[in-house]
């Protein structure tokens, strides 16, 4: 339920119409084709940046670094500050919140010499918003009553004036000052009628009804949330009318007007996929879940409750790449940067030369002597474009390897992330089960649960780093002795709570003093891998086998067993295709990513690795890495 509470913080930040800026970007992109690099061109990149910045930061932010470079080229100061601050605003949505403070104390100290009173309000709030996301709610205020300063000077733009009264609401309601935020959220609906902004007025009207459900006064929550669908209804805008909507039904859910608030989240869901409007989606289908527990239909709350974890695991990985590649994209952009810098001063460089060069050869026909001289002036000219060239192709080379290692390092990311995530799924169904049951032994038990899979995380990502040495070939290969029985049960550990929802039994058959000579990390990686997939496709109430057992030529087979649906001959053939990735079909469906990673590190290690299996008699994969000897 707390979750639909931060629906009015989310809005606030929207001071535009979604919908409109959005429909304004293809005529943007046609302008900027045929338009120079003058302050023109900077004002277009400037309204690209911020018509994407809020639902497309990621393909925003090439526009914001364009224009910020090209305004600081052409020394256009005011061009630059609209830069910096909506670039800041790109870094800000994914998550980069030291690098948003830097452009926005860059912005503020720009606007402090431009005189701009609109700068100033919009940086300051700009840096509230990050401190407020980080939850230091101190240095937030701060900045926001230092904006409040210039709030209301006379070249201050409505557009600041909303997103800092909306912000300053919403962080004192956080503090639980209640009035001063009604305060601040009324101000800001005030300004909004008066300019006319029927979404504005929509939004804040939302925003003071999710503060009085906040303080259960629900009757007048309604009232303000059913005004606001009223006005945003004839605008069209899918995205606010979907937020107002999930609102209203959580007042009516509180209100236990079960039927009228299952038909709202509906329309609401409906609405947020008409514009792929994920996370309203993701809100919608959490909101039914607790509909269907009021209604104490427990297997259809379930169900929305699968939808909703799906997605959300769906969602945090795009997130993590979002922000992964905005990093990605401000350390390339730099490095780009440079080498243009560089080319460009060779390319002079070689002007001037070819200007000598053509001069010369007009003074060819004042005698044939200096014939010999000019033309091996010209050769040497050649030679170094020639250079030139090749390095350029060099450049382009590396720049495309450093492309598709990304990509490759992203992928592998998503894939082993998932398990660690499962676990903590796993969690939130115990607690579930141990409510329903009144189990507060097993409550008690949650917090060490939790704390260990945030250990499992911290330590899969480790072996992710190491995983990204080693396509740099950097990785060092760092065999030893290990137990075998102690690489199942680290291995097993985290997946216990993913195990323990699905009612799934692990049995363990090792001799106790089998051992392997192998990488510690890579033998993890593989072990979790094969246990992960074996979970994956193991029906509830099945079992997972990992055995050992003495192999040929002084070799150690591990197995791992599951009594899943099993897999055809041609599915099994997929999974060892040359290009290592070819997609499965069917039940037992996936990319084989976490296979490559599990051949890649058994090749490494001398070892061989294989697949038994046959459709209905589950799957067996064995991995044959070689034994150590007892010390």
């Known amino acids: 339920m707390r979750r639909f509470l931060l629906v009015a913080f989310l809005l606030c930040c929207l001071t535009g119409t979604v919908a409109a800026r959005a429909a304004a970007v293809p005529a943007l992109l046609r302008q900027l084709r045929t338009q120079p690099a003058d302050t023109t061109r900077v004002r277009l990149l400037n309204e690209l940046c911020y ?16 224009s910020v470079a090209l305004a600081r080229r052409l020394n256009h100061s005011p061009g630059l500050l609209r830069a910096l601050l909506n670039l800041a605003s790109c870094y800000a949505n994914l998550a980069d919140g030291p690098h948003a403070l830097q452009l926005q104390q860059e912005a503020l100290l720009l606007a402090r010499r431009l005189r701009s009173n609109d700068g100033l309000v919009r940086s300051y709030t700009g840096m509230g918003g990050v401190y ?29 004036q909303l997103m800092l009264f909306g912000n300053l609401g919403n962080l004192y309601f956080y503090l639980k000052q209640q009035q001063e935020g009604l305060v601040f959220t009324r101000r800001a609906l005030q300004l909004a009628r008066r300019t006319r902004d029927q979404a504005g007025e929509s939004l804040y009207l939302a925003d003071l009804g999710s503060f009085y459900m906040q303080m259960n006064q629900l009757d007048t929550a309604e009232g303000l949330l059913r005004q606001a669908v009223s006005i945003v209804e004839p605008l069209h805008n899918h995205r606010f009318e979907a937020g107002h909507l999930e609102l209203l039904a959580t007042v009516l859910l509180l209100q236990n007007e079960l039927p ?83 080319l460009t001063e060779r390319e002079l460089v070689m002007q001037e030369r070819n200007r000598a060069l053509w ?42 390897q450093l492309a598709a290692s990304k990509d490759r390092l992203y992928a592998i990311v998503a894939h082993d992330l998932r398990g ?7 969690v939130t169904e115990l ?42 070939g950097e990785l060092a290969f760092r065999p030893g002795r290990l137990l075998v029985t102690e690489l199942y049960q680290e291995a097993t550990r985290l997946y216990t709570n993913a195990a323990e929802a699905k009612q799934i039994t692990f049995h363990l058959d090792c ?8 990488d510690a990390h890579m033998t993890e990686t593989i072990l979790r891998n094969l246990i992960g997939n074996a979970l994956k ?21 591990l197995r791992v067993q599951d009594t899943g649906s099993g897999m055809t001959p041609n599915q099994i053939a997929t999974l060892f295709s040359p290009d290592g990735l070819a997609p499965l079909r069917g039940p037992r469906s996936g990319t084989g990513l976490g296979l490559l990673l599990c051949r890649a590190f058994v090749d490494r290690q001398g070892g061989a690795l294989s697949i038994e299996s046959l459709p209905g008699q589950g799957t067996t994969v064995c991995v044959n890495l070689p034994a150590a000897h007892l010390e």
């Not at 010369?360 to 060239?389: V, W």
């Not at 001799?511 to 192998?518: F, I, K, L």
């Not at 193991?538 to 002084?554: N, V």
């Open 51 to 66: 018509a994407l910045h809020d639902n497309e930061p990621t393909h925003a932010l090439p526009y914001g670094e364009q």
């Open 132 to 160: 407020h996301e980080r939850n230091d709610t101190a240095a937030a205020l701060r900045n926001y009553r230092r904006a409040l300063t210039y709030a209301y000077r006379p070249d201050v733009q409505v557009r600041s």
């Open 260 to 342: 009228e608030a299952e038909l709202l989240t509906r329309r609401a869901m409906l609405l947020a996929r008409q514009i792929d409007y994920k996370e309203r989606v993701l809100d919608s289908y959490n909101l039914l879940a607790e509909i269907n527990v009021s209604r104490q239909q427990f297997e259809q709350a379930y169900e929305w409750q699968s939808r909703f974890r799906d997605l959300n695991d769906s969602l945090n990985s795009r997130s993590r790449v979002q922000t992964l590649t905005a990093l990605q994209t401000r350390y390339e952009t730099a490095d780009k940067e440079h080498q243009i810098r560089r």
């Open 359 to 400: 001069g010369a050869i007009a003074a060819l026909l004042l005698g044939l002597g200096g014939m010999a001289y000019l033309y091996t002036k010209l050769r040497r000219s050649r030679a170094e474009l020639s250079s030139n060239h090749r390095a350029l192709e060099e450049v382009t080379k590396e720049l495309r």
């Open 420 to 426: 660690p995530v499962t676990s903590f799924a796993g």
């Open 431 to 472: 607690i579930d089960f141990y409510l329903k049951q009144g189990d507060e032994e097993g409550l008690r038990r949650l917090p060490a649960l939790v704390r260990q899979s945030a250990y499992q995380l911290n330590h899969l990502l480790d072996n992710l780093l190491n995983w990204a040495v080693n396509q740099t």
């Open 511 to 518: 001799p106790p003093h089998a051992a392997v000579w192998a």
């Open 537 to 557: 496709f193991t029906p509830a109430g099945g079992s997972i086998y990992l055995r050992a057992q003495p192999g040929t030529e002084g070799n150690v087979v």
